[in-house]
């Protein structure tokens, strides 16, 4: 069964402490990983996509790395306004979209 | 600017009354995707269509149901909402069915008391 993991599932960071967040894939055939951020009460809202191993893009303090089993997003000297949760999702070869249950990050003044 | 709306935003109901969640966007995209939220289960796809007319049945299509009549419009239906489905539901819409990222609506929080 396809599966996503995304870990740790909250983070609390001091503002300009960088960190990386994971998440973990078991999906055969990736057609694409995307990386969405959450805010309280709002939809997904879409960050990066990424398609292949050792593929990477960045926007501003946040930047995602991508391997044959996981991936990672980093962020660098993050501020409180990037504190939201984080999500993971892949696609498989069926064209669904799995989704983790995100990473709760929270950033400290 | 192009946009994907939700509603109602909130909705309360009680068991076995039947209620129907809106979509609409003005992307013109042709896949258009219903999700439900819940805290340890992260998005689950409960229904999904790629074109006027056609429809598919997701993770956990149980007890819902969707129709496309129009690009614009993807409404789903609760035939006899129970206690599990109380939940926040998310409309998406992608462009094409391959490696596009999905726009999100902004979501409806359901309470079936």
């Known amino acids: 069964e396809d599966q996503v993991t995304q870990s740790p599932e909250a983070l609390r960071l001091q503002e300009g402490e960088s960190s990386s967040l994971n998440c973990s894939y078991t999906?055969?055939?990736?057609?694409?990983l995307f990386w969405y951020r959450q805010d309280p009460g709002k939809g997904p809202e879409f960050l990066f996509t990424?398609?292949?191993a050792g593929e990477e893009k960045e926007k501003e303090r946040l930047k995602a790395t991508l391997t044959k089993k996981e991936s990672f997003l980093h962020i660098t000297a993050p501020k409180p306004e990037d504190s939201a949760t984080y999500l993971c999702?892949?696609?498989?070869?069926?064209?669904?979209?799995?989704f983790g249950t995100g990473t709760s990050l929270t950033v400290i003044p | 600017d192009a946009e994907i709306t939700q509603s109602p935003r909130h909705k309360i109901t009680e068991t076995g009354r039947q209620v129907t969640l809106a979509c609409h966007q003005t992307w013109n995209h042709n896949n258009m995707f219903w999700y439900r939220q819940d805290l340890g289960h992260g998005l689950r796809l409960i229904h999904y269509?790629?074109?006027?007319?056609?429809?598919n049945k997701g993770e956990v299509s149980d007890g819902y149901s969707v129709s496309r009549s129009n690009t614009e419009d993807l409404p789903l239906t609760l035939e006899s909402a129970a206690s599990s489905q109380t939940s926040v539901y998310f409309c998406a819409s992608s462009e094409w069915t391959g490696g596009v990222n999905q726009f999100f609506g902004p979501g409806t929080r359901l309470t079936v008391l």
């Open positions: 999906v055969s055939g990736l057609r694409g």
């Open positions: 269509s790629y074109g006027v007319q056609d429809t």
């Open positions: 999702a892949v696609q498989a070869p069926g064209n669904q979209f799995y």
């Open positions: 990424l398609y292949s």
